[in-house]
T-cell receptor, first 110, second 113 residues
Framework: DVKVTQSSRYLVKRTGEKVFLECVQD?????MFWYRQDPGLGLRLIYF???????EKGDIPEGYSVSREKKERFSLILESASTNQTSMYLC?????????FGQGTRLTVV | AQSVTQLGSHVSVSEGALVLLRCNYS??????LFWYVQYPNQGLQLLLK??????LVKGINGFEAEFKKSETSFHLTKPSAHMSDAAEYFC???????????FGRGTSLIVHP
């Protein structure tokens, strides 16, 4: 089975902190995505990557950056966390037509 | 451009009743269509998908969906709801030439005893 692992299930950070969310997949997939999930808004794409060191902005990239130094790892970075970034963050990797999701990281910024 | 509309943010059914979750899409080319389920505090899991071929697609846990091109719809159904079906359901569309899916806003399925 494909496994997508997000490093934390729950995080609490302070406003202004630099926050790293890590995602690792074990199936050698080229395409990886970071989504943000908020009630009533569904999943919104933050960034995606289709290869090592390649990244593309999604629909809501402001306040975020990403890093993909190795194929299996895709990191989401909040440069200076703000309270409006309190949300559920979902990482996914893609094979052909199917997406495989991690368990999600629920981030609270106080 | 592609978009997905899920009708109804919440759907409530009794255990044993028919489940119908509605999804309409807009796409300028034949799309790939998906339904995902999310249980509380979990990631999303693929229920079923339509790519090509038979328009009636069967998925896990007794769910199925039918691709109706003329109606641009991909509604999800299950003949008899079970308490364990209570979850958030997401419809998604992806164009053939792109690997970026667009998700609907989700429908929360509530199952009453």
């Amino acid at each position: 089975d494909v496994k997508v692992t997000q490093s934390s299930r729950y995080l609490v950070k302070r406003t202004g902190e630099k926050v790293f969310l890590e995602c690792v997949q074990d199936m050698d997939h080229e395409n990886m995505f970071w989504y943000r999930q908020d009630p009533g808004l569904g999943l919104r794409l933050i960034y995606f990557s289709y290869d090592v060191k390649m990244k593309e902005k999604g629909d809501i990239p402001e306040g975020y950056s990403v890093s993909r130094e190795k194929k299996e790892r895709f990191s989401l970075i909040l440069e200076s966390a703000s309270t409006n970034q309190t949300s559920m963050y979902l990482c996914a990797s893609f094979r052909n037509t199917e997406a495989f999701f991690g368990q999600g990281t629920r981030l609270t910024v106080v | 451009a592609q978009s997905v509309t899920q009708l109804g943010s919440h759907v409530s059914v009794s255990e044993g009743a028919l489940v119908l979750l509605r999804c309409n899409y807009s796409s300028s080319v034949p799309p790939y269509l998906f339904w995902y389920v999310q249980y509380p505090n979990q990631g999303l899991q693929l229920l079923l998908k339509y790519t090509t071929g038979a328009t009636l697609v069967k998925g896990i846990n007794g769910f199925e969906a039918e691709f109706k091109k003329s109606e641009t719809s991909f509604h999800l159904t299950k003949p008899s709801a079970h308490m364990s079906d209570a979850a958030e359901y997401f419809c998604a569309v992806r164009l053939g030439g792109s690997y970026i899916p667009t998700f609907g806003r989700g429908t929360s399925l509530i199952v009453h005893p």
